[in-house]
Nanobody
Framework: QVQLVESGGGSVQAGGSLRLSCAAS????????MGWYRQAPGKQRELVAG???????DYADSVKGRFTISRDNTKSTVYLQMNSLKPDDTAVYYCHGRRVVNVEGASVSYWGQGTQVTVSS
């Protein structure tokens, strides 16, 4: 059983920074992609940033230039450095890992339990 465990959330004033971490525990393996999603109250969960095993990254337009995703493939760990935080960044942030399981491209997703990020103005 694989578990993704997030840490690093909290409360910060606008303009501040936070660093989120997510580590896989249990039966670990190399994820093909790892990333971060967030969900604000009353809104759908959205992709914040993703990173594949080849180093290609993808960011939501709203966080480009402010957030940076990185990962340690050997440890199945992913990080999200969040700078210049805004009140609109307030949400529960979820770690996500995806593993391709066959040559047809079928995959399995894993989710963390979420960590709250609150940005005050």
């Amino acid at each position: 059983q694989v578990q993704l465990v997030e840490s690093g959330g909290g409360s910060v004033q606008a303009g501040g920074s936070l660093r989120l971490s997510c580590a896989a525990s249990g039966r670990t393996f190399r994820f093909d992609t790892m990333g971060w999603y967030r969900q604000a109250p009353g809104k759908q969960r959205e992709l914040v940033a993703g990173l594949d095993s080849d180093g290609r990254s993808d960011y939501a337009d709203s966080v480009k230039g402010r957030f940076t995703i990185s990962r340690d493939n050997t440890k199945s760990t992913v990080y999200l450095q969040m700078n210049s935080l805004k009140p609109d960044d307030t949400a529960v942030y979820y770690c996500h890992g995806r593993r391709v399981v066959n040559v047809e491209g079928a995959s399995v997703s894993y989710w963390g339990q979420g960590t709250q990020v609150t940005v005050s103005s």
